[in-house]
């Protein structure tokens, strides 16, 4: 059972990749929307704070 729930979950976030991949170079209208959804709960799985830019964030490098 819990190798189906995460076969589930694993092809809907590589299907909301390929949207915003596809989003990005110009799709149709759901294909946004997906993007945009993709995105957005990318956001809230991160959490407050961890936008990686910043500082502090892993974004930032001393080299």
């Not at 299907?15 to 990005?24: D, I, M, R, T, Y």
């Not at 294909?31 to 500082?55: D, F, K, M, Q």
């Amino acid at each position: 059972m819990a190798v189906a729930v995460l076969s589930g979950v694993l092809v809907l976030v590589v299907g909301g990749c390929v949207c915003v991949v596809w989003a990005a170079r110009g799709g149709p209208r759901w294909v946004r929307g997906v993007a945009a959804a993709t995105l957005s709960v990318g956001e809230l799985v991160r959490g407050p704070g961890n936008s990686g830019r910043g500082p502090g964030g892993r974004g930032d490098s001393d080299d």
